[in-house]
Structures are given as C-alpha cells and as structure tokens.
C-alpha cells in the first residue's frame, strides 16, 4: 500500500499539466480564430467601402441617357409599354403600343437594343424613333435626357444604415453566437443592390425579362435583372 501511494502521486502530476496543455491549446486556437475572423471583416469592410466610393464616383461621372419609355418585348420588337408623362417619349409623340424598328437607322429588336442606342446617342441628342403604330410606319425625334438616379442615394442612406446595425451589434456583442454571421449578412445586404446595380448600369448594357426602361439602369419605374 505505501508503494502504490507515491505511483498514483505520479500519474497525477502527469495527467494535471496534460489537461492544462489541451485547455490552453484550445483557448490559443480560439484567441486565434477571433484574430483571424476580426481582420477578415476589416478587410472586407475597407474594400466594400472603397468600392462603393469608386461607384458613386464613376455614377456621377457619366450621365445615363433616358428616353421616358418602358419598353417591353412583343413579336420580336420592343414595344412602349408605359410612358413617363411629359417624359421626352410623350413629348416627342410616342403612344403606347408603338413597336420601335430602328433607333437612328440602326435596327433593334429588344430593350437591351434600344439602350445601346441611346448609350450611343448620348444624353441631350435627338435619336430618330421609327416605329410601327398599327401598321402605320412613322419617325419621330426624341431628344435623350439624363436618367433620374435619385433613387440610388436613398439605397446609399438604407446600405449605410445597414452597415451600421451590422457594426453596433458586432461590436456590442463579439463574443455572441451568430454576431458575426449577422454582420456578414448586414455587410452583404448594404452594398450589393445599390451599388452593384449602379456600376453595372453605368458600365453595361442590360438584359430584362419584363418591362424595362431603355436606358436600362434599375430603378423603382421598372424591373431589371442583369445590368
């Protein structure tokens, strides 16, 4: 009995620092994986922030020529849809239910045809329209304007407020279940519609399944899927 004394003594000084090893090689690992987490979200904070900077300034840099028409797909050419009243189409004497041929002597058979034209017209020039009412053909001249993008400031200020949510409660709560997976989700929210859309409007043209503005850039006036 007094041999198995001190032999028990000894497996206990060995089993005491082993589990003091495995918990502070746990907690290094976590302390880790918070480092590492903490400046993935910075990095990826800073970039969608200079991105965003980058959009705005690219937006307001280039005008986005508008025509005041939804133009939708029907037996192979756009037809206008909507008008905007007293919009440039309306002035220039478009109706609804007129299909578009050519814009300028060029011929367009989809929305997304009609905004390159006006893409290559430019804002304030006069595009030649001939059109097909009923089985009348016609010509007219609409004078392009700039796009409203008031719009997109409004989905800046709800990106930002986003952003901030995702920030406070980050902050707030670090160390909380789903804190991190919920500014993620906050950092995604804010700056993929309002400035994705933007640069992609500015430096594309668009495809739409529905009713679509020619100038092709997303707005509440109409819907867009790819631009």
């Known amino acids: ?69 939804w133009w939708m797909e029907r037996n192979g050419h756009p037809v206008a849809d909507r ?59 609409v004078v392009l304007v700039p796009a409203e993008r008031s719009m997109n400031d409004w989905l800046r200020l709800i990106a930002l407020i986003y952003l901030g949510i995702g920030l406070y409660v980050l902050l707030r709560r670090w160390t909380a279940v789903g804190s991190t997976h919920f500014y993620i989700f906050c950092l995604v929210s804010s700056f993929s519609t309002p400035y994705t859309t933007s640069v992609n409007s500015t430096l594309s043209t668009g495809v739409s399944s529905g009713p679509m503005r020619s100038r092709g850039c997303c707005s509440r006036r109409y819907s867009c899927t790819s631009y």
Not at 35 to 42: D, E, N, P, S, V
Request: proline residues 5%.
């Open 83 to 141: 008008l905007e009243p007293n919009g440039p189409a309306e002035r220039a004497g478009i109706r609804r239910g007129d299909a578009v041929v050519s814009i300028n002597g060029r011929a367009v058979d989809s929305a997304a045809a009609v905004t390159r034209q006006l893409y290559d017209s430019g804002v304030w020039s006069k595009a030649t329209y001939s059109l097909i009412r009923g089985s009348v053909p016609l010509d007219v001249e």
């Open 1 to 69: 009995m007094k041999l198995l004394i001190p032999e028990r003594r000894r497996l206990s000084d060995h089993v005491v620092p082993a589990t003091i090893l495995v918990r502070e090689s746990r907690t290094m690992n976590r302390e880790f994986e918070a480092r590492f987490t903490a400046i993935l979200l910075a990095l990826l904070t800073v970039a969608a922030v200079l991105f965003a900077g980058f959009n705005y300034k690219i937006e307001h840099q280039s005008a986005i020529p508008d025509d005041g028409a």
